[in-house]
């Protein structure tokens, strides 16, 4: 080894980053970080489905006569590093806006950093419902479902199970906290004789799935509440099968229809669970068909939830810049306040009042087929429906202008 | 809970455990020979893992599936042994704790390298042939394959007892463990054991994974959870006692599944959901038993070590060269403002660096002229950015009070766990103050209404005029100098040589009247102080922060800062967070494998500079003539 070569090529790495980047002006650009590295199942999909969206609109001309350009970093799936990030899309590449972030802590540290740097945020998936209530700002818009959305769609299933005992696992964090006090409260109102005879928190990605199952099962519920997903959805429902936990209860579950979690599952798939999901090969409507042959034409695999995701925020920020007429941030806040999007499950809008998408979620019946996971009897469930009107949202959002 | 409930539980608890102690058997075993800390181990647990998933989905059948497992645990064995001899080999000679760094890198490309090769996706085996079903047992439903997983377990460690105790092999491996030195001087061919040791290892790592397939999917976050499990049941086992890591698998797996059956209690004033402990449980257990047992339940005294690497230079005062080298760098910097206006992101970047430098720097007080190798310092860092984020949030005091109550809080911490922690040394101590910080960062996460949870404190913004990232990075750079100097100031006084005489040799500097657990102790206190600095900063720096800043990766980032930059010298954790700090920020945005690269640089860097950058310099520098 001749160390003095490798002491060169550090040298010049290490130069490279403090090289300023030349300001291209004929692009408009979208600085995107998300956690890549941490989260892979669902944000590899979710890449592919902003490229897919990038190319369409750029085939067009583009928006404002400039074509679209998509800067792509992890966050390292950490806050600290997320806001060094976006400073770096900021002020580096000179960034029209930001979009992405994936887990709540994250989302909600660049939420706060577009509060107080005046930076345009779009937050793709983040879930949770501080976002746009409790620590909202009005630099700040979010396009999935929240929490609180996915949890009312549950709401119809919950209520018409009429059972008396509930059992709730979730993982130990903003997300399954949040989801599971909701569906609690909201329970509770619908239905105030119920009971929760167990409550399940195993941190996240380290679930004791044998001994969780069966302390579910002693507990003797009628119905179980499951907000896990990932690799913990999977050892919980091979163990609960196993063991005969889901037996003759009605569950019903949070996210495990989407083709990330419910693929890996199988022939495990537990037929019965009413949840939020995607049947990515049973949606029939034009624009979601387009959607699907332009998408397996580009990549030949098949789209998965974070693909919508993904190909949704691009196409919203397109349209906002559209609509603005200008990248300024202050015309993005003002053009973004109702604005109407097609996306592939239909059209949607961004409320005026919390700066939340209406973008929904199809609510159905897991089933097995073919020895492969799917949904059956499912229904769209449009998002401005769940969501409390703005007399209500209002309160909620102390924060915010 | 009934008592069959209970019962069944035990149950559940005996077949996670056979999972847990097939991983630290093997982490014990390599660690007990060679004495490396073997970051590695669960990155080839995790290759068990997808390796197994491979044969059993794509052979299938009672072959694929069982013959799979037979498969993996020769292939990650080979692995194994191909690492030791192309990468570790390489590093026997270079200071303790330096072949860390370069299973850390390991990790990041085998993660990546798993991507690659298998994609994002989770992968759940196949149920195992034979064992499909569940049996009735207490009114229960238990499954075949946990049945299998509780007798699995005894056997393995039945076989590795009289492989240790009957044959040739293992009274080499024992003798080793005790006195490696006196087993090359007798003749034995260490090279070979070292491998062979390291591949048994690895083989029992593949062989964990490959189970554990019928029960989780292969999934890419399992390399880190099972590195923490398996170094637990380690440390609670006792270093390089294979019973010892049944005996704590068993008491960290019931305690686990315990928890989880109790459930929520109601105590009448208060209401406890004790399904929320299985985050913090085994961290208890690890800390409950090292200050009872200092070597762990059935772990007898290290046998002395006597180091291989060349023999470490005594610290000595900088140069006038070297002197004017600084004040040139300082200069610089605080020029930077000036020659940034181009480019305002150097600024934020530059905020960062020096943040990092104190939190390196500090560690390297304790770590290397201490002796006492923390493996928790993130502790002192999260401590002090909460205390501040806090302060401001409830009370809403101003930045210079929050600033310099970050390092007070830091130091309460520091004392309180360098009481425990100078009490014992090596690795158990490293393994204290890891369960220490696993500790805090628990209570942190838990303590919802007082910390924020999970999604931490936001809305902590610098006031004028250090909202501007030139301001904030000029007050950065004072403290940052400040606390380098302070900490140098504590080395070169009496204090200092009293600490590193204690590091030398305790005996001695005991006979002389040096009361060394309590310089150590103080120690302790001035390095999480000056952590504290840092925390603080890094709260305003941000505007919000999160568990994450007490996070295990934080206290590992820091080992590799010191450990990259060179922990002989005391310029070299300055060097050591600047490259690995800029290197994360360049490295991160340069490719879609960006780990992969990251951990090929680092491995670079370790087989280039095995004494650390610095020490490198230094010692050309020196050959050349130079004096420094």
């Known amino acids: 080894m001749k160390p003095t070569r490798h002491v060169l090529a550090l040298t010049a790495l290490l130069a490279s980053a403090f090289a300023a980047p030349a300001f291209a002006q004929d692009t408009i650009k979208i600085g995107e970080l998300n956690s890549y590295k941490s989260q892979p199942a669902f944000l590899e999909p979710y890449k592919r489905g902003m490229d897919l969206a990038l190319e369409e609109i750029n085939a067009k001309g583009g928006v404002l006569g400039k074509k679209l350009e998509l800067i792509v970093r992890d966050d390292g799936a ?67 479902a929240s929490t609180y959305m996915q949890t009312a769609m549950l709401m119809p299933a919950a209520i018409a199970a009429n059972a008396k005992k509930w059992a709730i696992v979730y993982p130990n964090y903003e997300y399954g906290q949040s989801a599971a006090a909701t569906f609690k409260e909201m329970l509770k109102k619908a239905q105030p004789g119920v009971e929760f005879v167990t409550e399940q928190a195993p941190p996240l990605g380290k679930v004791d799935a044998g001994a969780v199952a069966q302390a579910i099962d002693d507990a003797k519920p009628d119905a179980i509440f499951n907000v896990l997903f990932g690799a913990d959805l999977t050892k919980f429902v091979r163990e609960g099968n196993t063991r005969g936990v889901f037996k003759n209860r009605t569950v019903v579950s949070l996210l495990s229809g989407e083709p990330e979690y419910l693929d890996p599952l199988g022939e495990e798939t537990p037929v019965g669970w009413i949840a939020t999901g995607y049947p990515w ?108 009107n703005d007399a209500e949202t209002k309160k909620l959002r102390p924060a915010a202008e | 809970m009934t008592l069959n409930a209970f019962l069944f539980q035990i149950l559940n608890g005996l077949s996670s455990a056979s999972g847990l102690f097939l991983i630290a058997a093997g982490l014990s075993l390599i660690f007990g020979v060679t004495r490396i800390v073997n970051l590695a181990h669960g990155s080839l647990y995790m290759l068990g893992t997808y390796i197994a998933y491979t044969f059993a989905t794509k052979i299938g059948g009672v072959t694929g599936f069982w013959g799979g497992i037979i498969a993996t645990a020769l292939i990650v064995g080979l692995l194994g042994a191909l690492i030791e001899i192309v990468l570790l080999r390489r590093i026997y000679r270079a200071p303790e704790l330096f072949q860390l760094l370069a299973t850390f890198a390991l990790v990041l490309v085998i993660n990546d390298a798993a991507l690659w090769l298998w994609g ?32 699995i377990g005894p056997l393995v460690l039945l076989a590795l007892h009289l492989t240790l105790t009957r044959t040739r092999f293992g009274r080499l491996i024992r003798a080793a463990t005790q006195d490696r030195e006196m087993v090359g001087a007798l003749g034995v061919n260490q090279a070979v054991l070292f491998t062979s040791v390291f591949a048994l290892g690895a083989a029992l790592a593949g062989l964990g994974g490959a189970l554990q397939i019928a029960r989780e999917p292969a999934n890419l976050a399992t390399d880190l959870i099972a590195l923490g499990d398996a170094f637990v049941v380690v440390v609670v086992g006792g270093m390089g006692s294979i019973p010892g890591a049944y005996l704590a698998a068993v008491i960290i797996a019931e305690v686990r599944a315990l928890c989880v059956g109790i459930g929520t209690v109601d105590f009448g004033f208060v209401t406890i959901n004790f399904s929320k402990f299985t985050l913090v449980a085994e961290f208890l257990v690890m800390a409950i038993v090292l200050i009872v047992r200092p070597f762990g339940l059935l772990g007898k005294a290290q046998g002395a070590v006597r180091s291989i690497a060349e023999p470490e230079e005594p610290i000595r005062p900088a140069t006038p060269m070297l002197k004017a080298l600084g004040v040139v760098v300082l200069v610089g910097l605080l020029c930077l403002p000036l020659l940034a206006q181009g480019s305002p992101y150097l600024l934020v970047l530059g905020i960062d660096v020096l943040i990092a430098v104190i939190f390196a720097t500090s560690l390297h007080f304790i770590m290397g002229p201490g002796g006492m190798h923390s493996f928790g310092h993130a502790a002192y860092f999260g401590l002090g950015a909460y205390g501040a984020a806090l302060l401001v949030k409830w009370l809403a005091l101003p930045m210079g009070v929050a600033l310099i109550a970050a390092p007070l809080l830091a130091l309460c911490g520091a004392l309180l766990f360098g009481w425990f922690a100078v009490r014992l040394s090596g690795v158990y101590l490293a393994m204290l103050t890891l369960a220490f910080a696993q500790i805090v960062w628990a209570a942190v996460f838990q303590w919802e209404g007082f910390t924020g949870g999970s999604n931490g404190v936001i809305g902590v913004w610098p006031p004028a005029p250090f909202d501007k990232s030139w301001a904030y990075f000029l007050l950065t750079l004072v403290l940052a100098v400040a606390a380098v100097l302070l900490l140098r100031r504590f080395l070169f006084a009496p204090f200092g040589y009293a600490m ?28 999480g102080l000056v952590c504290g600095i840092g925390g603080g900063l890094f709260a305003f720096a941000k505007g919000s922060i999160s568990p994450e800043t007490i996070h295990i990766n934080r206290s590992i980032d820091g080992l590799v800062m010191v450990l990259l930059g060179g922990v002989q010298t005391l310029t070299g954790p300055i060097a050591g967070a600047s490259v690995f700090a800029v290197l994360h920020d360049t490295v991160m945005r340069q490719t879609e494998y960006w780990r992969a690269l990251m951990g090929a640089i680092i491995l670079l860097l370790v087989l280039t500079f095995p004494q650390g950058i610095v020490g490198a310099f230094a010692s050309l520098w020196r050959k050349a003539g130079g004096r420094l």
């Open chain 2, 500 to 527: 590193r005489a204690g590091r030398d040799s305790p005996l001695r500097a005991e006979a002389i009247g040096i009361d060394v657990k309590r310089v150590h102790w103080l120690a302790f206190g001035v390095a």
């Open chain 2, 120 to 151: 994002p996706a989770d992968l759940l085996g196949p149920r195992a042939p034979g064992f499909r079903g569940a049996v009735e047992i207490l009114g229960r439903r238990l499954p075949t394959y946990d049945l299998f997983l509780i007798v």
């Open chain 1, 281 to 388: 090969d049973k949606i029939k409507t034009p624009e979601y068909v387009a959607f699907l042959t332009a998408y397996q034409k580009k990549f030949n695999d098949y789209p998965r939830l974070g693909s919508i995701v993904g190909y949704a925020t691009i196409k919203s920020a397109a349209a906002g810049i559209a609509k603005a007429g200008s990248t300024d941030t202050e015309k993005l806040v003002a053009a973004f306040k109702g604005l109407k999007v097609d996306g592939p499950f239909g059209a949607f809008e961004y409320r005026a009042s919390d700066h939340q998408a209406t973008m929904g979620a199809y609510v159905g019946k897991l089933a097995l087929e073919k020895g492969k996971g799917t949904m059956v009897d499912f229904t769209y469930v449009d998002g401005a429906t769940v969501l409390p």
């Open chain 1, 78 to 144: 950490n806050p600290g590093e997320a806001v060094r990030v976006a400073e770096e899309l900021v002020t580096r590449e000179g960034v029209a806006m930001l979009a992405g972030t994936f887990l709540s802590n994250i989302g909600l540290a660049v939420t706060n950093f577009a509060g107080q740097k005046k930076v345009f945020f779009l937050a793709s998936e983040p879930l949770t419902d501080k976002i746009t209530w409790a620590d909202g700002n009005r630099y700040t818009y979010r396009l999935r």
